[in-house]
């Protein structure tokens, strides 16, 4: 297991996000007109006798349709250790792996995680777009901190939201998708504005939910996958 307290490793992996970090571009490479099918991504974990075990799950949407058209699974070893701030690691190659299964390209990619709402603008939705190479959204459920910056609690009707600013730049939006339900925390992964970001989000949204049906059902199959895969072990 890697020490994670090595400076040089920790130094490593700072370096490889700052070098991604100048490459991003909150700007669309696609027309919102253009869009077919759009993936959501999730990830779980368990372990079982002291080894750490992840299963990632994509559940691919027709963006107008709002039905599933594939969907893809893989459970596997995690070695990576758990790093705040540093979790895109852990979490890519089961990603890549399940992304291998899929029957369809999705045109575009949401994450239950953040993206450009992270302390170096390096959460999983970024960090998983060079690898990728597809535009991708962050939809975070809960809220955290960067250089202790809260966010403003967005007005209680479906589509307020408030932008989240450190350091004098949107880092991403506290999105009410619904009334009377808890905000959800919208970021651009890469290659996508932020407005889109939310329109996109928002397009996806159903009334048994605040989270948009991509994310909320990856995060459904996850659940069941980990239940499944730790009774096969």
Same mark, same amino acid.
């Given at each position: 297991?890697?020490?994670?307290?090595?400076?040089?490793?920790?130094?490593?992996?700072?370096?490889?996000?700052?070098?991604?970090?100048?490459?991003?571009?909150?700007?669309?490479?696609?027309?919102?007109?253009?869009? #077919?099918?759009?993936?959501?991504?999730?990830?779980?974990?368990?372990?079982?006798?002291? *080894?750490?075990?992840?299963?990632?799950?994509?559940?691919?949407?027709? @963006?107008?349709? #709002?039905?599933?058209?594939?969907?893809?699974? @893989?459970?596997? *070893? *995690?070695?990576?250790?758990?790093?705040?701030?540093?979790?895109?690691?852990?979490?890519?190659?089961?990603?890549?792996?399940?992304? #291998?299964?899929?029957?369809?390209?999705?045109?575009?990619?949401?994450?239950?995680?953040?993206? @450009?709402?992270?302390?170096?603008?390096?959460?999983?939705?970024?960090?998983?777009?060079?690898?990728?190479?597809?535009?991708?959204?962050?939809?975070?459920?809960?809220?955290?901190?960067?250089?202790?910056?809260?966010?403003?609690?967005?007005?209680? =009707?479906?589509?307020?939201?408030?932008?989240?600013?450190?350091?004098?730049?949107?880092?991403?939006?506290?999105?009410?998708?619904? =009334?009377?339900? #808890?905000?959800?925390?919208?970021?651009?992964?890469?290659?996508?504005?932020?407005?889109?970001?939310?329109?996109?989000?928002?397009?996806?949204?159903?009334?048994?939910?605040?989270?948009?049906?991509?994310?909320? @059902?990856?995060?459904?199959?996850?659940?069941?996958?980990?239940?499944?895969?730790?009774?096969?072990?």
């Amino acid at each position: 297991m890697t020490n994670v307290k090595d400076e040089k490793f920790l130094e490593n992996l700072n370096t490889i996000q700052n070098n991604l970090r100048r490459q991003i571009k909150l700007q669309n490479s696609f027309k919102l007109e253009d869009l #077919k099918l759009v993936a959501g991504v999730d990830i779980a974990y368990w372990s079982d006798d002291g *080894v750490n075990y992840g299963v990632c799950c994509i559940e691919i949407f027709d @963006y107008h349709k #709002k039905e599933i058209v594939d969907k893809a699974e @893989y459970a596997g *070893v *995690v070695d990576f250790p758990y790093i705040p701030g540093y979790l895109s690691f852990r979490e890519m190659p089961l990603i890549l792996e399940a992304v #291998k299964l899929l029957q369809s390209d999705p045109d575009i990619y949401m994450f239950d995680g953040n993206g @450009y709402l992270h302390s170096r603008n390096m959460g999983i939705a970024t960090q998983a777009s060079f690898e990728l190479n597809k535009p991708t959204i962050g939809i975070a459920k809960t809220y955290m901190k960067i250089d202790d910056v809260d966010f403003d609690m967005p007005e209680n =009707t479906a589509g307020a939201f408030t932008d989240i600013i450190v350091s004098n730049e949107v880092y991403g939006r506290a999105l009410r998708t619904r =009334t009377d339900v #808890k905000p959800v925390f919208v970021s651009c992964g890469n290659w996508i504005d932020i407005d889109t970001a939310v329109k996109i989000t928002m397009h996806l949204v159903e009334k048994d939910s605040r989270l948009p049906i991509t994310t909320r @059902y990856a995060d459904l199959a996850t659940h069941e996958a980990r239940r499944k895969y730790k009774q096969q072990i």
